[in-house]
């Protein structure tokens, strides 16, 4: 296992908790077969649904923020798709046989998940917690 979940990385929406938890799995899958010597086509599936995953939950939280006029939805729009040029860059690399799936790659994938979701997505997670406190329509 290469990282835990953690209660403080609790956004309040529920939704997205649960997107950064199967995260923290896929994350904690690339290590695993990594460490206990998995075959290339093995790690390779894990880095293809990480990558699928990671896109896909991106693509729900930009919905969101749009949907509910979030004022930093550029910034944070930005570290998603820098992100997803980073592993998709590693991914053709590691695919033509130019790059391993090193421990040094899974402490990148690890700390960008932590910083971004104890920074830019709790910073989100603070702005759905005033417009529910303003409003009693939201889920
Ligand atoms: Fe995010
Ligand atoms: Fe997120």
């Not at 944070?76 to 590691?94: A, C, L, S």
């Amino acid at each position: 296992m290469l990282m835990e979940w953690q209660q403080t990385f609790e956004t309040g929406i529920l939704e997205f908790d649960e997107h950064h938890k199967q995260l923290v799995d896929l994350l904690n899958m690339a290590h695993d077969g990594a460490c206990y010597g998995a075959e290339t086509d093995e790690l390779d599936a894990v880095i293809n649904e990480l990558i699928k995953y990671t896109e896909y939950h991106f693509i729900s939280e930009e919905y969101w923020m749009e949907e509910y006029n979030y004022p930093f939805l550029i910034s944070h729009r930005q570290e998603h798709q820098e992100f997803t040029k980073t592993i998709v860059q590693f991914h053709n690399d590691f695919q033509q046989g130019k790059a391993h799936l090193s421990m040094e790659i899974l402490t990148f994938l690890m700390e960008w998940f932590n910083t971004h979701i104890l920074g830019s997505d709790a910073k989100y997670g603070a702005f759905f917690t005033t417009l529910k406190q303003n409003a009693s329509v939201l889920p």
